[in-house]
Structures are given as C-alpha cells and as structure tokens.
C-alpha cells in the first residue's frame, strides 16, 4: 500500500519544527528555574498524587477549560471544541489507522492524512456496522463539532458582544498568520476530505461523503485535482501554523501545560520574579477574560492596563511604567484567569523594578515599650480616619472583658504594605521590623486588627508566632465563646467585601455569619471572589482622584441596588471610600456589632458616629 | 557676641527669579493635581509620619512649588507612604503619587 505523497512534506516539517522548539522551551524554562524549585518540580514528578492531579487539571482546563465554561459557557463551548476535538480527532485518527495498517509504528502524517490514502467504499448494508464504518461516523462527528467551535470563533470576532464581552484581545503579525491558518484547518480539512470520498464514491462518513457527492457533482472539472489541492493547502496550513506558534499566542497551549504541572510541584511566583513568571507570561491565552474583569475598564474607561496588556508588553520585555502603576491590585481579573495566572505578583516584580531605587529614612522612630496583655489591638493608619471603629473595638474589648492593649492608639507606624503595593519592598521590612517588636515585646497570644490591608501584611510578610485575625473573626469568635450577646436590630444591610480580606484573605463567611446575627443581609449580585473594590485602593497610582471616584460610584450603584438601609463593609479604608460618595449610610460591621450589644455598660450616647464634615 | 534679648530669623525671602524650577515642572509633569493644593494643611494634620517626628508633607510640596527643592531631599524619605494624606486632601490632589513623583524628581536631577 502506498503511504507517501510529496504533499505530507509541508506538516511533516512543521511538526518537526514545532516539537522541537517545544522540547527546547520545555528545557529553558526548566533551566532557568532557582534550585529550590528545580527540587520542588523534581520531587513532584515523582510523587504519583501530583502526576495525577496535574494530569487531571491537564483535562480539565487544558483540553475541556472548565474555568472558562464556568464563567462564559458560550467560550468554553469555543475552547472546548477546538481543543478537546482535535485532540478526539488526532485519538481516534490514530486508532482508524490501525485498522487498515497493523504496525505499531506509523509515520505521524499517516493518521492526519488517512482518508487521501484510504478511500475504499462499503458497498453492502451490513458494512455499515463494521469497525471502518463506526471510525468514518466518528470521525465526521468530531470534525464537525470542532468545526461548530471555529464558526462560534469567527462570530465572536465579528460580534464579540455576544459573548458577553466587551472587548476582544489584539493581535500582531504572527498571531494574524497563525490565526488564518488556524481557521483554514479544518475547513481545508473538510473539502479535502469530501472531494476525495465524493471522487473515489466511497471513504467518507455521513459528513463529508454527502457533501463530497454534493461538491463533485456541482463543481466542474477533474474532482481528483481539487481533492489534490485541497491535500496540499491543509498539510500547507497545518505546517504553517506549527511554524508560527512559538512567535504567536498559540504558544499558551504548551505552556500552560508546563504551568500547571509546575503549580502542582509547588513552585510559586518569586518576589523578583524567575522562570515561574516567564511561564506564566508565555501561558496568557488572551481570551480577554481579564479585561470584562477590571473595573478600571467598566467604570473608568481604562482599557490599556489590564493583566492580558501587561503580559503582552512583558512578553515584548518592555513594560510601560503606566500600566505597571495604574491598577488597584484588587485581585478580580486573578480571581477570573482561566489559566489561574498570578497576575498580581506579576505587576509587583515591574513595581519593584521602578520603585526599589529610593531610599527612606525612619531613624526617627523610637521604640518605647508598649506595655503587656493577652491581646494585641492594632487598629491601623486607616482606621484612625474612621475612629468610629476603633472606638466600637473598644468597647466591645470592654464589654467582653479581655486584657488588650491597644498598640497604635496615639499613631500608628504603617504596617508596611502600602509601600510594598509600590514596589518598595526593603523600606517596608524597616517599618515591618519595628512593629513586630513592638507587638512581641506585648507577650499577647492574639493579634487582631482593624483593617485588612494590615491583616494580609501581617500574615504573609511579618512571621509573628501568634495568631493574628482580623476583627470579623474576632468578633464572631467573642459571640461564639459567649463573651458578648447581641441582639438583632433587624436593620436590612448588604455586605461588600473587602479586596484584601475576601480574595486577599480568604475571609468571606466570618462577617456573614456575624451580620446574619445582628442584622437583616440582603445578597448583593457581585460578591466574594467577584466583590467589586470600592475604588480607594492604595496600589492604584498615577490616576486622577477622579477615576477613583468612578469606579466607587459604579460600586456603590452595583452595591445598593437594592436600596437597603446600612452598607456594611469590614475596612477602614472602604468606608471612607464609601462614605465620600454613598447616600446610604456606610458603617465597619464592629460598629454594628458595638451597636447591638444590648447590656452595654460602656454606652455613649447614640449610635457611634464618625466625627466627619459631608461636603456635598 | 552680645545677647541683647532677641535673635535675627533667617532670611525668609523668596526671589522667584533665582528659584530652582526643574523640580517644579517635573514633578507637576507627573502629577499634575499638584496645582489643585489650596495649602489648607490637612495632609499634615493627619500625617502618620508627622505623629512621630516633625514631618510636614504640606511644607514639601509647597517648597517645591517656590523653587527651593534642596530642602526636601532628606525630609522625603520619612515618610511612610500610608496613603493617608490623599484621603483627607478635599481637593482631591493625589498626594501618594505626589509623593512618588517628588522622589523620581529627586533621582532624575539629583
Ligand atoms: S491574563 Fe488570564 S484572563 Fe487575561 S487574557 Fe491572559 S489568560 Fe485570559
Ligand atoms: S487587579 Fe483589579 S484593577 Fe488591576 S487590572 Fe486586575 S481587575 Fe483591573
Ligand atoms: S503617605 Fe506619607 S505624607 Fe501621606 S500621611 Fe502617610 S506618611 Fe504622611
Ligand atoms: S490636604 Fe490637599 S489641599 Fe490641603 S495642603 Fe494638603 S495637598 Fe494641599
């Protein structure tokens, strides 16, 4: 049997370019790792619960995107089709070859091109039960749903908005290319095969034998030369597009392979970024998922920054300092990634780049011994803008009886993380150094704080031997331990999440289960890892106040749809952010916890009010 | 030298004609809410850095726009980049990048 036609050069060629330029990548990648990962990643591949889990994930969002699905099914459906299809179609393509060809080994064109080199018919009725028939019925059935994919892609360049998005990605001169390609694939595929089966009457399943009857009986001239024409386009495409794929985004495929098993051996972003973060960059699929994210883009209008234009110009090893500095850092688009990019930690490693060359100088803090007690409170540099809160902690701290000392009430010494948001990473460890003293020379057991900017910082960056919780939790533990009772005001409140508590710091039941005790909550439509930011964020720098203000608007709009009495929030800085613009009133949930302790010896008069001027 | 019960105060005189610009220009360049400051004090009054030491955030930014930058250079760096200032400014001047750019001004023209 014949089992080579000049025109399989073309593919055969470009898969030899392909693989070969993965395996090197593959290898950089993995070079260019820091000792410690490299251990990492050689210990996991071989620890057989991490070769499945990376498998699995493999499957799942390699070649299914299950993320994606769950946030836009159309999408997913997109992916899916191409990915997943063709991966059923190079299967079952290579299992149909071995039908007709029994060795172990064939060249890895034969399968792609089968049906050029087999075309016999299946003449008598029975035949259609027979193996060749079922791979035929298989075969166009796969072809077809990958072909239903390319259809929706080709819509969704045309009218992206029927996804549901607003913006679709950009591309450059290499995408464009390996996009064409990507797009003639399949239909090249479709004709060649239609023709052949519709010349030689016979090889086609229901797909493309009818349509291959169909074509040759209306198009004119010799059947078998078009077939041939088409043979050649789709091994001409197939190679062209392999070729163009480590220049273009279709590199994302190998990569994020790469990723995931890199991200199930443990290996994670570094603070000055290493190989794990090239990867990742190579990883961005562009789907633009990132963009429909970012509030900056629906509320503000900026739509040059998001994760997907960050990445891009990191991959061009230039990052304008605008898009490094212009984004709240809130986490929503991370949170979105289909490909589960760190993209936070991304924009850190450029902030640290510009902003590591200025110096500070805090020689004049001085470190006088703040007393002891069992617990810690630090209320925060934020929390004394709002000193309603502090005020409630207070109280509550009373009410229950606990020895806390409260370490910053006269002036807080930052607890370093806005500098960290601005890339200055060792001025901040001088400010971390000289509060882990302080709050360890108190011997407390538990450290609580007021804000959550300073609870991520703390638990992440300051390695205290104690626990450390932010009020929500504390409060609700207070109530679960008896300490306080509290008595529902029935008041109707929604909650917003807080960036750095919710998606920083993974707390989303403790203040529901708190203000489901106190208080009427009514669901918001955005909430937990999909909480909008109330705009205030200090990692957004380089805007004007004003785009701060919009995107708290359309927060505020989002928020108090449903028209209830209090907005409660758990941070000093969402409040004032809140409060500049809101209409309804904006309260900390410790107030409402203060405010709902019916015995309350420490009562001041009223409800606790921050003593602020509405300019309106 | 005769103590006669008084000193003499530096001269406090400021002649626009010889002030250092550069910063000035730079500095609003970058960011340009810098013209919004009514000088009203506020970011000082709240200042995180000013409860510990004597630190004027206001005293920075408005010396730059007089043309004499050399004193800034050393008071920059005490501050701690809270952000709390701009949250009190009510006239909405963006004082964290304020800050940035006041150091990237230092850094440029040295
Ligand atoms: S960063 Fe993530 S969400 Fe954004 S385009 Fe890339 S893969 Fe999509
Ligand atoms: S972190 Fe937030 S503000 Fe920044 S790009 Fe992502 S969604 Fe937009
Ligand atoms: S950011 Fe600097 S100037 Fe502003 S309040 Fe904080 S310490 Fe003071
Ligand atoms: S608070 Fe604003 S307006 Fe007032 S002095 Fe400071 S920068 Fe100027």
């Known amino acids: 049997m014949i089992k080579f036609n000049l025109f399989v050069l073309p593919f055969s060629l470009g898969l030899i370019y392909i693989v070969t330029s993965i395996v090197m990548h593959y290898y950089r990648w993995i070079k260019a790792l820091p000792a410690v990962d490299k251990v990492k990643l050689s210990a996991g591949i071989r ?113 992206s908005k029927w996804f549901g998005m607003k913006q679709t990605t950009m591309h450059n001169f290499f995408d464009r290319v390996a996009l ?70 279709y590199m994302h495929i190998p990569s994020e392979l790469l990723l995931i098993v890199f991200r199930h051996c ?30 900056l883009n629906f509320a503000a209008g ?55 060359g200025q110096v500070s100088d805090f020689s004049y803090l001085t470190n ?52 960290m948001l601005a890339g200055k990473d060792k001025q901040a460890n001088e400010l ?47 109530v679960k331990d008896g300490k306080i009772a509290l008595q529902s005001q029935h008041r109707r409140v929604v909650y917003h999440d807080p960036c750095d508590l919710g998606r920083g710091g993974n707390i989303y039941q403790a203040p529901r289960e708190l203000l489901g005790k106190i208080s009427d909550l009514e669901p918001v439509e955005k909430d937990r890892t999909n909480a909008l930011c109330c705009g205030g964020s200090l990692a957004l720098m380089g805007t004007s106040m004003r ?38 009133e904006v309260r900390d949930i410790a107030e409402l916890v203060y405010d709902a302790i019916p015995s309350r010896k420490t009562r001041i008069a009223g409800t606790v009010k921050d003593p602020e001027v509405v300019i309106s | 030298m005769i103590d006669f019960g008084y000193t003499l105060t530096r001269d406090r005189q400021l002649d626009y ?6 910063y000035l220009k730079l500095v609003k360049s970058l960011e340009p809410s810098m013209d919004l400051c009514i000088g009203c004090g506020s970011c000082t009054a709240t200042c995180s850095a000013a409860g510990f030491t004597n630190f004027n955030i206001r005293r920075l930014h408005t010396v730059i726009r007089r043309g004499d930058p050399e004193s800034i250079k050393a008071e920059l760096k005490k501050c701690m980049f809270c952000g709390k200032c701009q949250l009190v400014c009510p006239r909405g001047v963006n004082l964290r990048n304020l800050i940035l750019a006041m150091n990237r001004a230092i850094e440029i023209l040295g």
């Open chain 1, 47 to 159: 620890t057989p619960s991490k070769v499945l889990a990376s498998l699995k994930e493999i499957f799942l969002e390699g070649l299914i995107h299950r993320k994606l699905w769950k946030r836009n099914p159309l999408l997913g459906y997109m992916h899916m089709s191409f990915a997943f299809g063709w991966f059923l179609l190079i299967v079952m393509g290579n299992l149909e070859s071995r039908v007709y060809h029994g060795a172990y080994i064939n060249a890895p064109y034969y399968p792609i091109f089968l049906k050029f080199f087999i075309h016999d018919r299946l003449v008598l009725f029975f035949e259609i039960f027979t193996v060749p028939a079922f791979f035929r019925f298989i075969m166009d059935f796969l072809l077809l749903f990958v072909l239903s994919g390319l259809v929706l892609a080709w819509i969704k360049r045309k009218q």
């Open chain 1, 180 to 249: 064409s390609c990507l797009w003639l694939i399949f239909p090249m595929r479709l004709l060649a095969e239609s023709y052949t089966a519709g010349y030689f009457h016979g090889g086609g399943g229901f797909l493309t034998q009818n349509l291959g009857n169909l074509l040759v009986m209306i198009t004119p001239g010799p059947a078998e030369l078009i077939a041939y024409f088409f043979w050649w386009t789709y091994s001409l495409v197939l190679g062209l597009f392999f070729i163009m794929m480590p220049y273009s985004r």
């Open chain 1, 266 to 295: 443990g290996i994670q972003p570094r603070k000055w970024g290493s190989s794990f973060s090239d990867l990742e960059v190579r990883s961005c699929s562009r789907c633009g998922v990132c963009i429909d994210a970012c509030q």
């Open chain 1, 302 to 356: 900026i739509n040059t920054i998001q994760a997907v234009y960050l990445i891009r110009s990191q991959r061009e090893q230039y990052i304008p300092e605008n898009i490094a500095q212009t984004c709240m850092l809130c986490g929503r688009c991370q949170e979105a990634c289909p490909v589960g990019i760190k993209i936070d930690s991304l924009r850190l490693i450029k902030r640290r780049e510009i902003g590591s």
């Open chain 1, 368 to 419: 006088p011994h703040p007393g002891f007690a069992d617990v810690v409170y630090f209320a925060g540099c934020m929390s004394q803008l709002t000193p309603s809160i502090p005020i409630a902690m207070e109280g509550i701290f009373k009410e229950a009886g606990i020895n806390y000392l409260f370490i910053d009430r006269n002036g807080s010494i930052c607890c370093g993380r806005p500098l």
């Open chain 1, 432 to 478: 971390i150094e000289f509060n882990k003293t302080l709050i360890r020379q108190t011997r407390a057991k538990l450290l609580v704080t007021s804000c959550p900017i300073c609870y991520k910082v703390f638990r992440e960056e300051y390695n205290l031997p104690i626990r450390i919780q932010h009020h929500s939790q504390y409060l609700l533990e207070l």
């Open chain 1, 547 to 584: 785009t701060k203000d919009e995107v708290t608007l359309d927060a505020l709009e989002s928020l108090l749809a449903g028209d209830p009495d209090i907005l409660v929030t758990a941070c000093p800085l969402c409040k004032k952010t809140f409060s500049k613009l809101s209409k309804t």
């Open chain 2, 17 to 22: 004609d010889r002030g250092d610009f550069r």
